[in-house]
């Protein structure tokens, strides 16, 4: 148990819906990652939180969005959603910038869009 | 082109063997190197992550990095048949640049008991 936490474990929803996907870092971590994990594009960075601030987004399309609270959870929001969006989405968390190359994954959320 | 490159396999040895898994990268900026295990339906569990260039040695797990030759590899000694599931290969240009990890594909390994 890497003591990062993710829910719900599987979600399935329709095309054109929103959803979110909640993430609980590991206690005393201040960056939390979220990447998304499909079969034919492997792990893919979206976007990095530090201490409530956005430090740097990959890969993440328009139509996602994510937040850090102040108690350090973060929530992924996905929205118009698309078939292609089905995939393993994970968070990752790490204790700050210096620990980065230590990160801790999550158990991750199965997203199903039909 | 990818960033980093790994062998997707899948890799089948006999209980006991040594096991050899590999990647490359094209981005001589990345600092750090992490080997990733992945079981199936689970989030990827850090095994070891590596400085530069150099060894590192963590039981059976032996982690060797070349930069000269922009390579990685995992060596597994003693292979177990809980050591089946999928290894990522995963690396990062440091604490200065972006903190995310650029990962390869993995590879998939199956240990015969």
């Known amino acids: 148990d890497s003591g990062v936490t993710q829910t719900p474990k599987h979600l399935i929803t329709a095309t054109g819906q929103r959803v979110t996907l909640r993430c609980s870092p590991r206690?005393?971590?201040?960056?939390v990652y979220w990447y998304q994990q499909s079969l034919d594009q492997g792990l893919q960075f979206l976007i990095h939180?530090?201490?409530?601030?956005?430090?740097a987004k990959g890969n993440i399309l328009e139509r996602f969005s994510a937040q850090q609270f102040p108690d350090l959870h973060s929530e992924l929001n996905l929205s118009s959603l698309e078939l292609g969006d089905s995939a393993l989405y994970f968070c990752?968390?790490?204790?700050?910038?210096?620990?980065?190359?230590?990160?801790?994954f999550g158990p991750g959320t199965r997203l199903t869009v039909t | 082109q990818k960033e980093v490159e790994q062998d997707p396999g899948p890799l089948s040895v006999p209980e006991g063997a040594i096991v050899s898994l590999n990647c490359t990268y094209s981005?001589?900026?990345?600092?750090?190197f992490m080997w990733y295990r992945q079981y199936s339906r689970k989030g990827p569990e850090l095994l070891m992550y590596?400085?530069?260039?150099g060894n590192k040695e963590d039981g059976r797990f032996t982690a060797q990095v070349d930069k000269s030759s922009k390579y990685i590899s995992l060596f597994i000694r003693d292979s177990q048949p809980s050591d089946s599931a999928t290894y990522l290969c995963?690396?990062?240009?440091?604490?200065?640049?972006?903190?995310?990890?650029?990962f390869g594909t993995g590879t998939r390994l199956t240990v015969i008991p």
């Open positions: 990752a968390s790490s204790l700050g910038l210096a620990g980065h190359h230590e990160q801790y």
């Open positions: 206690s005393g971590d201040l960056s």
């Open positions: 939180y530090y201490n409530g601030e956005e430090r």
């Open positions: 981005n001589s900026a990345f600092q750090y």
């Open positions: 590596t400085y530069s260039s």
């Open positions: 995963a690396m990062s240009r440091g604490v200065t640049g972006a903190n995310n990890l650029f």
